[in-house]
């Protein structure tokens, strides 16, 4: 007999094999093309050893040899771990792992009580512990990031103690929110009828919204502690500047980001008239716990990340910073803020809607192995994780591109405030704070790069600065 083709005998597999297959294929495609990324930017830092010549006036050849040493850990590390990751999806897949863990979590319901027809409840301790394994196998290499890499670069502030306070509490509150949310949205997708996408998608967007106008008031003082911005100079600029565009501010923080972290960042929040900026102490040159002299007689805690500061000077000059919140106030400006809340919720209805297609087929549900039962919640995991994960690798590229395009309009928007000089400045220091590395492989910053590097940044402002 003639050989079989591979596409005959692909034809003859079951449907659920095929969409088994097809789900594990298109992962690894998906990890190859990022490791190949990943191979060409670490070529990038490998041989680019020497400030090239158009950095010369911005970057000190220490600097430049800090950060690419800096940055070439950081993709070692990642490449292991995207590794690890990518073997346990793979190992979890074959072996079973999802419908174990749903007949563990009956198993778990049904001895409080709960028999299988309370599907909500099984799917609940399901998602627990799903999320347990996740956080205990993350750890290790949450643990050598921050206390080895972030360390030995000198941005982590942390001591153990914090660290596994601040992981425990993040598991809980996560917990908090992601329980009661689920089981709301599994009972209105179970009583919903036909149109329960359309109830479905008007849920997830009510949450979020209710989120985004909480979280900084409830959830990050949980982690953080936010002070209000004192009266001063900066302050009154800041309110002067929010004035000057409309911008309805009411309250400026600064969030002690230095417990964490030296590296630094700034950001606005809140709806309609009520809107809250907040800065990193990290980004302000005042306010910096690394440029203060460390106290006498302060604990022991207080003490430890003291001189792990190993004071090095550190943030932006108030006309600096005024120029990075012009940049932040153009994405408000610019309505980059609602373009993206309007193609997240568009996107999202997209995918509520072809869930409502999708979700009838047996086949999706035996491929991972559920050959007796459809629940909602698998379904809702293996139709947004795995089936549409094509969609998703190809929208967050758009979002990528976007996102740079976003930027650039951010940057000439905060020039046109008269900032170009100062925020030409800013970016060159925060680049600096943050060991950022300013050379990039085309391809990679392309696909990864939801800021353009820092050299385009820097050349827009320029041309603006000699006009």
């Known amino acids: ?186 009972y209105i997708i179970k009583i919903g009828g036909d149109y329960f996408f359309i109830y479905a998608w008007l849920f997830t967007l009510v949450v979020s919204l209710v989120l985004v106008t909480i979280y900084a008031d409830y959830i990050a003082p949980l982690f953080d502690k936010f002070i209000p911005l004192p009266e001063g100079e900066l302050k009154q600029q800041i309110e002067t500047m929010a004035k000057s565009i409309d911008f309805p501010l009411t309250k400026v923080y600064v969030v002690e980001g230095s417990k964490r972290s030296s590296h630094s960042n700034a950001y606005f929040y809140g709806f309609f008239k009520n809107k809250r900026i907040v800065l990193f102490d990290t980004l302000l040159e005042e306010y910096s716990a690394l440029n203060k002299e460390p106290a006498e007689g302060e604990d022991g805690e207080n003490e430890e990340a003291k001189s792990k500061a190993k004071n090095k000077k550190q943030g932006c000059k108030n006309e600096e910073v005024l120029a990075v919140l012009g940049h932040e106030l153009g994405h408000w400006k610019l309505g980059h803020t609602v373009k993206n809340i309007i193609i997240s919720q568009m996107n999202s209805f997209l995918c509520f809607f072809l869930f409502a297609v999708l979700i009838g087929q047996k086949e999706l549900f035996a491929a991972f192995g559920f050959y007796d039962t459809q629940p909602t919640l698998i379904g809702l995991m293996i139709i947004f994780q ?31 405030l008269g900032k170009a000089k100062d925020l030409y400045s800013a970016l060159i220091k925060l680049n600096k704070d943050n060991l950022g590395f300013p050379v990039s492989d085309w391809i990679f910053s392309m696909w990864h790069y939801s800021h353009p ?14 006009e």
């Not at 998703?392 to 020039?415: G, W, Y």
Request: proline share 4%; hydrophobic share 45%; glycine share 6%.
């Open 1 to 186: 007999a003639a050989m079989a083709l591979p596409g005959d005998l692909w034809a003859e597999l079951p449907a659920e094999r095929r969409i088994f297959c097809s789900v594990l294929l298109f992962s690894w495609a998906v990890y190859l093309w990022e490791a190949f990324l990943a191979h060409r930017q670490r070529r990038v830092y490998r041989t680019t050893t020497h400030v090239p010549q158009e950095l010369g006036q911005i970057m000190d050849s220490e600097t430049f040899e800090k950060s690419r040493l800096y940055q070439l850990d950081k993709s070692t590390f990642s490449f292991w771990s995207g590794l690890y990751s990518e073997v346990e999806g793979t190992m979890i897949l074959l072996c079973g792992g999802i419908p174990f863990l749903w007949k563990l979590s009956g198993q778990i319901s049904g001895r409080a009580g709960f028999g299988p027809e309370y599907e909500i409840v099984q799917s609940l301790v399901f998602l627990l512990l799903a999320t347990l394994f996740s956080a205990v196998t993350g750890l290790p290499w949450s643990l050598y990031n921050t206390f080895v890499i972030e360390e030995k670069h000198g941005f982590n502030q942390q001591t153990l103690g914090f660290f596994f306070k601040d992981a425990i509490k993040k598991f809980v509150v996560t917990q908090c929110i992601l329980l009661p949310v689920t089981s709301l949205l599994l």
């Open 386 to 416: 795995f089936i549409f994960s094509p969609y998703n690798e190809v929208l967050s590229f758009c979002l990528t591109v976007l996102s740079r395009r976003f930027e650039f309009q951010a940057d000439a928007f905060a020039k046109e």
């Open 453 to 466: 590097p820092l050299l385009e940044r820097l050349q827009a402002l320029k041309d603006a600065k000699q």
